[in-house]
């Protein structure tokens, strides 16, 4: 695919943001603001968007990856990967994320280290923002930037689309669904190919200020040198205090199930909304 198709799928994702915004002008006045949420933490993402003329960030204080594989043991290691979002009206939002450190190191290699890939994306929620219905769906397309150094990137310029979905369940638990679609760069840079990632979760309150969430995630990179499938079973918990619900903390443990998949990861972090 050429650049004309990248070209529009940029104009594409600034396009969905003003799209929905002109009849919601009332609304956005309004003072009160919707519960904190995070696209943080676990690998799903919220249907939700941030409240109009609101920044939030949501960065990942530290994230290490452990995987061993026939006596060689490979670690990536993410410091303060951030995400900036901004609300543009009642039901979008622009998003930036940046990941400043990284370093990936391998048994008996010299360890790469340095900045990673950086991703623009838009979130549209087209239905039931305010939580008043069973469903709630937003569409988020993106676009990769390749700021990584050599070893942490491939240098490639890709696309893909998320589609959040959450179902509201008794007790205030929720189901929540984030399939994604990617049109990554063939390993021999041949050309083009999918990869398609779906998570599944279920959160659930622990009391008035924890959440709980476990999710299946799987990840098949359907490359024309052979398709590849990383699955996990991840666990996080985030902690929103009382004393300031416009900040949430959170960590998490994610366990690989194949050799494709690091065969652990463990993160902690903080988002703050302003």
């Given at each position: 695919m050429g650049s004309m198709f990248f070209m529009g799928y940029g104009l594409l994702i600034l396009a969905l943001v003003p799209a929905v915004g002109h009849s919601q002008a009332i609304d956005d006045q309004s003072d009160g603001l919707r519960a904190l949420c995070p696209d943080r933490?676990?690998?799903?993402?919220?249907?939700?968007?941030l409240d109009p003329g609101h920044f939030q960030i949501e960065t990942g204080a530290v994230d290490i990856t452990r995987q061993r594989d026939a006596g060689i043991t490979m670690r990536q290691t993410s410091i303060s990967s951030?995400?900036?979002?901004?609300?543009?009206?009642?039901?979008?939002?622009?998003?930036?994320?940046?990941?400043?450190?990284?370093?990936?190191?391998?048994?008996?290699?010299?360890?790469?280290?340095?900045?990673?890939?950086?991703?623009?994306?838009?979130?549209?929620?087209?239905?039931?923002?305010?939580?008043?219905?069973?469903?709630a769906i937003a569409v988020a397309p993106f676009i990769k930037i390749p700021t990584a150094r050599h070893g942490l990137g491939n240098g490639k310029v890709e696309v893909g689309?998320?589609?959040?979905?959450?179902?509201?369940?008794?007790?205030?638990?929720?189901?929540?669904?984030?399939?994604?679609?990617?049109?990554?760069?063939?390993?021999?840079q041949s050309g083009r190919h999918l990869n398609i990632i779906d998570v599944m979760g279920l959160n659930w309150p622990l009391s008035e200020t924890i959440t709980a969430t476990i999710e299946a995630w799987t990840d098949t990179d359907i490359d024309p040198q052979g398709t590849t499938t990383r699955a996990s079973?991840?666990?996080?918990?985030?902690?929103?205090?009382k004393t300031n619900r416009q900040i949430q903390w959170d960590g998490g443990l994610n366990f690989g199930l194949n050799r494709q998949t690091p065969d652990e990861e463990v993160y902690f972090g903080i988002s703050r909304r302003f």
């Open positions: 933490p676990a690998k799903g993402t919220s249907p939700c968007t951030t995400t900036l979002k901004f609300g543009m009206n009642r039901n979008a939002d622009i998003e930036i994320s940046v990941n400043p450190w990284l370093r990936s190191s391998q048994t008996g290699q010299r360890p790469t280290e340095g900045l990673g890939d950086t991703l623009l994306r838009a979130k549209v929620n087209i239905a039931n923002q305010d939580g008043d219905g069973k469903w689309v998320v589609v959040p979905t959450t179902r509201a369940l008794p007790g205030n638990m929720s189901l929540a669904f984030s399939p994604e679609i990617d049109v990554n760069e063939n390993a021999d079973i991840d666990l996080a918990m985030a902690w929103i205090p």
